[in-house]
């Protein structure tokens, strides 16, 4: 179906997509159940690529209506599992379907691109306290420029490490320009810190 006609089936065929929706959520619980009585599920992830630079593929109404009783179901039984860490992996300015998602019960976001734009980790925590838990929010091209610009991203992040919640990962793929002596000096540095 592809991409594009699948978010033109959000407003067009809208039962059908909750139908859609409905099936691969019913999916995932069997899985789930197949596995949750033989080892316990620290922590739930999806993978939704629905956002891109300017912002959702569909209408965040229609994903409330039609994607978040999916999401709802899935969290639902990981909970009946005792996991209450649901994530989901979404790109792209992603600001319009966080209240949606948390209303589905997914509570971790990653990677919260700083990208091109320019998310923003820390004014996602104050609009959604620490029922949001985020990973990344470290832009990536800090890594890429050196250990002054990594020391500046750290200390820029360090407001929300302290407060918990927040794991500072780049915010995608590491540049494939990104000396390795970066990366070892990022992690060096994270792992020196203790709040």
Not at 134 to 148: C, N, Q, S, T, Y
Not at 154 to 174: E, K, N, S
């Amino acid at each position: 179906m592809g991409v594009e006609n699948m978010a033109v089936a959000s407003m067009i065929f809208p039962d059908f997509f909750a139908h859609t929706v409905d099936v691969i959520s019913d999916l995932v619980c069997w899985a789930i159940d197949q596995v949750a009585p033989k080892v316990k599920i620290d922590f739930g992830w999806s993978w939704e690529d629905i956002c891109f630079r300017t912002g959702p593929l569909i209408q965040p109404d229609a994903f409330a209506k039609l994607c978040v009783p999916g999401y709802r179901k899935i969290s639902d039984k990981l909970r009946s599992y005792g996991c209450d860490l649901y994530a989901v992996d979404c790109d792209g300015l992603i600001d319009h379907l966080v209240p949606h998602w948390l209303d589905g019960g997914v509570n971790v976001m990653f990677p919260v691109e700083i990208g091109a734009w320019n998310a923003d980790p820390m004014a996602l925590r104050k609009r959604y306290g620490k029922e949001l838990r985020i990973f990344g929010g470290v832009d990536k091209l800090a890594l890429e420029r050196g250990p002054a610009a990594i020391d500046a991203e750290i200390t820029r992040r360090m407001p929300l490490m302290a407060a918990g919640g927040f794991v500072p990962l780049p915010d995608h793929l590491i540049t494939p320009d990104t000396p390795l002596q970066n990366v070892r000096y990022y992690l060096e540095r994270i792992r020196g810190l203790r709040f």
